[in-house]
């Protein structure tokens, strides 16, 4: 499935808890570890790392580590991951001093817009490695869609998930029922059950021919904005990991107005997966 | 404090019971054609106006709608916070994230599908003022204003014709969606503008000082406003009774945009649209409270408002045929080939292209504002103004059977 994982170091705190994640994802996929580092290479970083590396016991025969030296740390890993063809990147999210709340840096929210692959957040890399027991997976009818599922559930069954819930969202439900209005009592209700059933259709054409292995998937059914009802959903259910996918690359301007993915990398309700083509 | 007394508040009643009744029965039989509701409240406003009830039983039509003077300014009170709340509900439908997916196409569709028709309708306007009925003193103004009545498209009428040919959740139906929702923000930001530009819009401060402030008051409440909502609702909606609390609050902000752009010189609509657009963009605005604010204001205030353009006109007295077909016809035409042309721009099929074109056709709600401001502005004439509710009145009842027989064709 991942061919290529790669892991952006910086020498901090949670980077062993990091680089112990990332060979966890390693093994379980039979991948070649990629790090990246955005600095100047000497001989004592050099040598700081092949002892960590050492020491966690990471397979050396299979890592490859590329040192960025100049240019921006963003730029420079965008740059990396293209260059070796990476399939999923790695990175952590910053926590929010005395809270239990996490968010993206500039920095992860430029990878994130720009990576040419898939990108795993972890909102709190742990040494004993996490567990995504809990996955919530975007259904909404987008054109990726398809492909999220498949993916969710190739990377559910792979880490052995004991709940997959997939969410699927009626778009426009207010101004739907809302013009729904000038018909009968049972003709509203009706609608309103048609426009259940079509989500859950949906979903339900999206897992035909896959193989589940097992897995035990839910379909949700919500209305509203779909980053705000998955962030919800996830914080409900305490799920470990939410998979969503982006077809298209952010710029500045999504900020400015931010649609649903932003809104995600802003909430960060739990360790994000963004899937990529 | 001046009262409405006994028979002033029994005749206003009554009007209020009338108009709801005549709108409730139209509606219904448009319903059972498969036509949108406002078809059938503007029909039901012809007949109780003077073009119908008026020529038949003159007395009693006179009796329910001129005896009292008091009445009459309570009733225009009414249909004043009923085109106001349409405004909100328009602007509560327009959600930015669903336009913000469509990226660039929807922005194509939308821009072309207003420009062929602003521009079209101003040349005409402008070449034939006194042909069309447009106010000859304020000539450019009152053209380009015929021309952004003309370009509009009716949201919440799309919607229904999307889904009642299950094309809603298609890539085709959401493009026209978010197309249309950009259409309503442009046209209303240039109608402000014009209005400010106009002779009886900028009474208050200018017409510089009132675009600027507009503008300011645009980008204020899409974008820091936006933000202090985002903070406020989740509070409403926990510590308050819902979903009164969130409905009382939410009129209460849009009464108070409403009147601040009253004040600074363009109409309170404008104010009531974009506190709309803030709110309804939200993502603490739950779509049940949409729900309810829209069966709210639909079954209750639309229908007061579009029968009450009916008791305004005479469609029989003022009706010009050369006009009504030179608005239909340009009105149609310009409008259809403009998001026809914006589809094929954006890479949609051609057949697609042509449900692009007619659902961005679909007219019935904001237009019809548009043409009654222009029209109680001085800028166009009564004739005129019956061009553009029947240019509405036809586009809507068409666009379903075109849409449909476009979806089928194979090109």
Redo the contacts between chains.
Sequence with gaps: MYRKIALAIAFSPRMEALILEVQNLVNLFQSELILIHVGVKTDELETKLDDILTRLGVDKTKTKVLWKEKGKPSKKIVEACKEENVDLLVSGALKEEGFLKYYLGSVGRKIIRKAPCSVLTLIDPKKETTKFSKVVINGT??EITPDVIRHGVEFSKAVSSKNVSILNE??????????????TEGEVSE?RKKLVQ?EIAYVEENLKGLDLGGLKIHIKVT???W??ELARFCEKIEADLLIVGDD?SLTFL?RL????LE?LLSTLPCNLLIYKK | METLNHKEVINLLLQLAAMLIMARIF?EIA?KLKQ??VVGEIIAGIIMGPTILGYLAPDFQMGLFHSHEMTNIALDGVVQISVVLLLF?AG??V????V??Q?KNALKIALTSMALPIIAGFVVAYAFPEFLGVNINDRAVASTFFGLAISITA??VV??VL?DLNL??TKTG?LI?ASAMVVDVVGWIIFSVILSLSENGSEGLGVWPTIGLTLLFTVFMLTLGKGLINRVLPWTNKQLAWPGGLLSLSLAICFLAASFTEFIGIHAIFGAFIIGVAIGDS?HA??????I???FI??IFAPIFFVSIGLKVNFIEAFDPGVVGVVVIVGFLTKFFGAYLGGIMAGVKRNKAMVVGFGMSTRGSMDIILGLIALENGMVSESLFIGIVILALISSIMAGPLMGWAEKLKI
């Design positions: 009818q987008l009626i778009k426009l439900y207010g101004l739907l029922m809302g013009t729904a209005s000038e018909d609608t079509d209305g509203g904005r980053a705000t298209r999504d107005f931010p649609h649903d809104d | 509606a319903r949108p509701a509900i509560i439908e959600e930015l994230h669903v913000w997916s990226g949201l919440a919607a229904r889904m809603f959740k959401l969606i993502e739950t779509e049940k409270a949409k729900e604010l829209h069966q639909n079954n």
